[in-house]
């Protein structure tokens, strides 16, 4: 038996609540999970050679509208060319002696913040402690 949409919206929604100390620390480490993956993706683009530029693009497509018209209201369907959103992905090339220089700020940057962002999560851990 295969879950239902709504089942599985439910336990998403849960999920990502978290119990209070679960959401402080989410806060309060959230830039720290930012660094990481920019950190994570400088390294992938150094050991690949090239990056990734992502860009949404529109293209149209033709669907079926549906206008009311008339009284009483009567639904007179129609194609129409609607926008639709795409987000792409190219290669592109980088500069490795940049993107080198890139990571090393990134990891400083991190090494400046996590004694901080520890010290907040010990706080939450102290504020909002969990229940056994």
Known sequence: MRPTPLALMLVLALSAC?????????NV?????????LIAETEANLARGYGYET??????????????????????HRMC???VWDTVRRPIAID???????????????????PAVAEAIAECRLRHPQDQ
Request: net charge positive; hydrophobic share 30%.
């Open 81 to 83: 060319l609607e926008p």
């Open 96 to 114: 490795p002696e940049a993107e080198q220089r890139k990571l090393e700020g990134l990891r400083n940057r991190r090494a400046a913040l996590a």
């Open 18 to 26: 978290g119990t209070p100390q679960e959401r402080c620390i989410r």
């Open 55 to 76: 860009r949404e693009i529109i293209r149209h497509e033709w669907q079926i509208c549906t206008d009311l018209i008339g009284d009483p209201p009567k639904p007179v």
């Open 29 to 37: 480490s959230a830039e720290l999970r930012r660094l990481d993956a």
